[in-house]
């Protein structure tokens, strides 16, 4: 990226803190660390402290600097960090000795990571894993935004990418050389491949979501009777006065959110109005809200009240289904010899109150939050801009499989591939064919 700005931005998060890191890129990053420190550039990759001086000689602070050169840098550009002293007035003084500078500007947001794209050191989707790192909240989080970041997701794509160039190369071949003795033709070489990749994806997107779903946490909704206890539950998942909690029944009128961390899987919990026709005008309103929150659920926790006899699992035992996990509350009021149902459904026995039962629930909610969220194995698909782009290459095979002249196989193939492509965003399609077909060539 010759001729390009030099920029500069903190790469720690302002205010006080014992330091703050600076980082320049570009090609006046060389310059501007001579000119600071009074040297030359420091040996690559070592730290050394230096004092930092504005152009009227001032001295800024004493700090660490680092150097790496470009190419081998994160941006891919010459790339100096100074880690200082991390107070306001000293960071301040370093971002006004840098702007001081010809051709040095603060960064844009994300303006590092995109020219480590631009110059080829990250591709799209470890971008995006790096930005899910920086965000994530839950170990489960963090190792999905640590895999993307490594190459699982565009590995994975750019290899699926590099299978429709070749089955178009031989698409291609068919056309360029209608007379050759293909074996077959098209129907042999092409058509398995198209149908295994088609496959493939429809696999890879039909994943209930878990990757976009570990990103911005599962959502699952208490449901149940007035009164039975789903705010005082989670109050106790949440270990805070998240709602109110109060004797009189239908008194969460609302939906009530909080964002847990269960088992390292990010949870968004909500909390509804009791299921019952209620008398008041908003509480009607809360039911019918806690009904549409219950269809939009990844997961139910479905609450009934050990106190209510049979009323308590009157109207809950509808909503009970496979993405739901059933308990039967205050069993310290009306504790309970075998094994629960709810409606007919097994239960787990518990007291919100005593906290007893409570362990075996946490563990039986973890595990349904882990076999809903985990990929076991393959990267998951992380975000809609992907899933976009795979239905689209989906979309363009199915096409192809249909298409009765080879020439329509092969623009069907070529638009599944840039479908792909961008994704990772790393080639153009035409570069690659331009690579494939220099040895294709089958002897000719
Ligand atoms: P919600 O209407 O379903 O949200 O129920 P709440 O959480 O408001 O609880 C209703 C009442 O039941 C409150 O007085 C709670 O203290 C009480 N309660 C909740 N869980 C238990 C429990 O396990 N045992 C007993 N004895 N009382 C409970």
Redesign the pocket.
Known sequence: MTGADTVFAPATAPGRAGIAVIRVSGPGAADAVADLTGAGVPTPRTAVLRSLRGADGDLIDRGLVLWFPGPNSFTGEDLAEFQVHGGRAVTTALAEALIARPGVRPAEPGEFSKRAFLNGRLDLTEAEGLADLVAAETAAQRRQALRQMAGGLGTLYEGWRSDLVSLLAHAEADIDFPDEDLPDGLAAAVRPGIVALRDRITAHLDDGHRGERLRDGLYVV?V????????????ALARRDA??????????RDVIEVHLDIGGYPVLLA?T??LRRAAGEIEGEGVRRALARAARADLKIV?A???AGDAGASGVAALIDADSLVAL?????APSAGAVEVGGHPALA?????G?GMPAFLSALEAKVAARLDAGGAPPLTRARHRAALAECRAALARSLNADAAELVAEDLRLAARALGRITGRVDVEDILDVVFADFCIGK
């Open positions: 208490i149940g009777p007035p009164n039975a206890g789903k705010s005082s539950l989670l109050n709602a109110i909690v109060s004797a009189t029944a239908g008194t969460t909390d109005a009791g609450l009240d050990a106190t509350n205050k069993i310290d009021l518990i007291s919100v109150r005593t007893a």
